[in-house]
Antibody, heavy 119, light 111 residues
């Protein structure tokens, strides 16, 4: 069965970077895009960006321009999302999600990774 | 700021029907298909509807989606206890700012 297993919770100081991993299993990793979504406390879902594990192509929301990097390691079927210059309002649960089919994000989700930005 | 607008809340008695609206624009709902997600606190979101009205395998048929122009709706027919959750619409967006946008979210509760 399809599984996405994310790395554990992180606590970071403002200005630092965080790298969240998302290990995929149960399917061919390069066949489906991965999206990253977050939810800050008391807020709604927010799309961060997408990555093609096949080509490595990425796209992201404009508000994360210059701060987000999405990569992958096809040898171990793992996607990564790194967010730099962290601010207090980056505190959120970060999710990776695999397309259900092409162009349909969120068919399968990781369990979420809590990133806390605190001084 | 989300570009897809939903009512903040909706409520109904168990067994009744509840409909959630999602208003967008020509660059998102007007030119791309709509998805709906259910989000229960402490869990990962779940895809309920894709391609405007299609249900993934395993999603009960009491969930249905429609779209007209730049608006979409999710209807839950026969509300059940496990349906109390937050619901979000979403769509790809052809504008320069965001490629994929979520709605503001609607909390569904029992009356």
């Amino acid at each position: 069965q399809v599984q996405l297993v994310q790395s554990g919770a992180e606590v970071k100081k403002p200005g630092a970077s965080v790298k969240v991993s998302c290990e995929a299993s149960g399917y061919t990793f390069t066949s489906f895009d991965i999206n990253w979504v977050r939810q800050a406390p008391g807020q709604g879902l927010e799309w961060i960006g997408w990555m093609s594990p096949n080509s490595g192509d990425t796209g992201h929301a404009q508000k994360f321009q210059g701060r987000v990097t999405m990569t992958r390691n096809t040898s171990n079927s793992t996607a990564y999302m790194e967010l730099s210059s962290l601010r207090f309002d980056d505190t959120a649960i970060y999710y990776c999600a695999r397309d259900l089919k092409y162009g349909e994000p969120g068919g399968y989700w990781g369990q979420g990774t809590l990133v806390t930005v605190s001084s | 700021q989300s570009v897809l607008t939903q009512p903040p809340s909706a409520s109904a008695t168990p067994g009744q029907r509840v409909t959630i609206s999602c208003s967008g624009s020509s660059s998102n709902i007007g030119s791309n298909t709509v998805k709906w997600y259910q989000h229960l606190p402490g869990t990962a979101p779940k895809l309920l509807i894709f391609a405007d009205s299609q249900r993934p395998s395993g999603v009960p048929d009491r969930f249905s989606g429609t779209k007209s122009g730049t608006s979409a709706s999710l209807t839950i027919s026969g509300l059940q206890s496990e349906d109390e959750a937050d619901y979000y619409c979403a769509a790809w967006d052809d504008s320069q700012n965001d490629l994929y946008v979520f709605g503001t979210g609607t909390k569904v509760t029992f009356l």
